[in-house]
Nanobody, 121 residues
Framework: QVQLVESGGGLVQAGGSLRISCAASGSIFSINTMGWYRQAPGKQRELVARITSDGYTTYADSVKGRFTISGDNAKNTVYLQMLSLKPEDTAVYYC???????????????WGQGTQVTVSS
């Protein structure tokens, strides 16, 4: 099975920075996209940023200009550099990957268990 493990979450003050990481491992043949979603209490999970294996990126309007997503294909790892953090960025951040496993022709969506990011005012 495929496993996604996030790291780097924590508590920061408003205006501060944080970088979170996600490493994918297991029976992976190829990865099409990896991304970050977040969910605050009482809110729906939302897309924060996404990157394809070719390096194309997508961002939520609320984080454009502040967050940068990047990836290392050789390591099956994606990063999210978060700058100028705001209290409204507080959420559990979940790593996501759309991939093909060895021996399968069906795309599989994998999720990490999440890492907490808390921004104090």
């Amino acid at each position: 099975q495929v496993q996604l493990v996030e790291s780097g979450g924590g508590l920061v003050q408003a205006g501060g920075s944080l970088r979170i990481s996600c490493a994918a491992s297991g029976s992976i043949f190829s990865i099409n996209t990896m991304g970050w979603y977040r969910q605050a209490p009482g809110k729906q999970r939302e897309l924060v940023a996404r990157i394809t294996s070719d390096g194309y990126t997508t961002y939520a309007d609320s984080v454009k200009g502040r967050f940068t997503i990047s990836g290392d294909n050789a390591k099956n790892t994606v990063y999210l550099q978060m700058l100028s953090l705001k209290p409204e960025d507080t959420a559990v951040y979940y790593c996501n990957a759309d991939l093909l496993q060895y021996g399968s022709s069906v795309y599989y969506t994998a999720w990490g268990q999440g890492t907490q990011v808390t921004v104090s005012s």
